[in-house]
């Protein structure tokens, strides 16, 4: 069972920049996809980026495409998410999660806020 640690969140001007980690204990990370998830208040959560087992592709909810770039350390069973020209709108708790090719995504950690004052 994957445990999932998400760090590196916190209060940040628009046209800033973050970087999330997300850290993975438990076997196999470097064979499944990991993404990035966000939930604002009162909303659902919402995919953000994804990227496959080996790092070779990746994929971006069209909100953050061109300002957000997810990358792994396989080595390091971590997931990043660089987060640069954030917006108020990004405001969210983020969460990443490990894709189980039967079950979906899973894995949830408690997440790390994300707050874009303007």
């Known amino acids: 069972q994957v445990q999932l640690v998400e760090s590196g969140g916190g209060l940040v001007q628009a046209g800033g920049s973050l970087t999330l980690t997300c850290a993975a204990t438990g076997r196999g990370f470097s064979n499944y996809a990991m993404g990035w998830f966000r939930q604002a208040p009162g909303k659902e959560r919402w995919f953000v980026a994804a990227?496959?087992?080996?790092?070779?592709?990746?994929y971006y909810t069209d909100s953050v495409e061109g300002r957000f770039t997810i990358s792994r350390d396989n080595a390091k069973n971590t997931v990043y998410l660089q987060m640069n020209s954030l917006k108020p709108e990004d405001t969210a708790v983020y969460y990443c999660?490990?894709?189980?090719?039967?079950?979906?995504?899973?894995?949830w950690g408690q997440g790390t806020q994300v707050t874009v004052s303007s």
């Open positions: 990227i496959t087992s080996g790092g070779s592709n990746t």
């Open positions: 999660a490990q894709e189980n090719r039967v079950t979906g995504w899973g894995g």
